[in-house]
């Protein structure tokens, strides 16, 4: 019993708070949730307001708190979209720069600059981007997960068969896959490994 006490010490995330984007839909929208049943406090960075997690991380007993902000806009993270209805290619290719890797290195920067001006331990957990080494920054790299952003996808007959032949698991990742990973990384399981790309795929990559 002492041991197994101690191991769920160890995963423990009580008296943390984790900072998460991308929770509006998808992987962020299973994985905050997720990061409360292990006792974390949650904030939530949203383009749209979506009250799915809140009130799955609420349920939980955990405080949550939503800050609506749109990552793909440069010097305006809590501007609205623009109305136009289709973007030109350079400013598609700049929104996609901007979300994955200007905002995503200066959010890492200052989170990490915060932490250790504070005299504080903390953890990054990006998603299949290595931005930096320096406070226990580990990514998760996602396989074909079943998301609504992949439905077109999936019902494609011929593309969804190729893509099921090179997965050895024999099928599409669940957002609830994340969880394990998730959890791990922003824990004190992991305290000591940095830089570590955690590749959640069903086993994609090994073929």
């Known amino acids: 019993m002492a041991d197994t006490e101690c191991l769920g010490s160890l995963f423990s995330l009580v ?3 984790a900072l998460c984007t991308g929770a509006t839909r998808g992987n962020g929208q299973n994985m905050s949730p997720a990061l ?3 006792g974390a406090d949650i904030i939530l960075v949203q383009r749209n307001e979506n ?3 809140k ?3 609420e349920a939980v007993g955990r405080k949550c708190y939503i800050i609506s902000a749109d990552r793909s806009l440069p010097r305006k993270m809590f501007a609205p979209l623009s109305r136009s209805r289709r973007a030109r290619p350079q400013d598609e290719w700049e929104e996609v720069l901007q979300v994955n890797f200007t905002t995503c290195f200066t959010l890492c920067r200052n989170v990490g600059k915060r932490i250790i001006d504070d005299g504080r331990q903390g953890k990054i957990i990006n998603i299949a981007s290595l931005l930096t080494f320096q406070v226990n920054v580990n990514p998760i790299a996602p396989g074909y997960i079943a998301t609504d952003m992949n439905e077109a996808l999936i019902a494609d007959p011929v593309r969804s ?3 099921m032949e090179r997965i050895p698991a024999q099928r599409w990742g669940n957002p609830s ?3 394990g990973a998730a959890i791990f990384l922003a824990s004190n399981a992991n305290k000591y490994v940095s830089g570590e790309i955690l590749v959640v795929d069903g086993g994609w990559m090994s073929r």
């Open 51 to 53: 009250p799915i997690a």
């Open 55 to 57: 009130k799955r991380i």
């Open 15 to 17: 008296g943390k708070t």
């Open 36 to 38: 409360a049943e292990a």
């Open 177 to 179: 896959d994340f969880e």
């Open 161 to 163: 068969r190729r893509i």
